[in-house]
């Protein structure tokens, strides 16, 4: 399989630092775990992700990352549902001839990098990529994937594991 261009990379790789599959793959039972339960594991994360040099990464970081996450997850839902407003976050425009206006990310280190992962999503938004960052909707899974389908209809993460065990828990459940 090919690999992600960088920026969906980076936004897929965010939004599943939080895993809640739970469903057994190859006969290993996966567990969902979230790899931003600390802050020290925020700050390792987008050291790991050149965003952030330097700085200390301290709880309410920590929770504005874990805000933005759950606002990006929710809008890869298959369905509608509630927006969500995002408002700790500072973002400066530029407008400079020549090049038009960009967005800016300001404030603390920390700060400055959730907010480029935010612009790196408006950016995808854009250019009509984030459409194809969906949320599975197997219950047990909820896996963020990039759904590379010519048409981008994809529903499954995976139709031979997620979409295979909703079709027989379906088919069961009809059965008399």
Known sequence: MTSLPADVALIHDFVNTLDVREF??????????????????????????GLLERGRVIRTDLDRAVRLRAALRDSTKQTPGTPTHLTDLEIAV???PGTGITLVPSGTAVDAALTRILITAFDLTTRGLWLRLKMCPAEDCHWIFYDRSRPGRARWCSPQRCGNRNKTRTYRERRP
């Open 24 to 49: 057994r793959l190859h006969g290993e039972r996966l567990r969902g775990h979230d790899a931003l339960e600390t802050p020290a594991a925020l700050g390792e994360w987008l050291r790991d992700h």
């Open 94 to 96: 530029s407008a400079q």
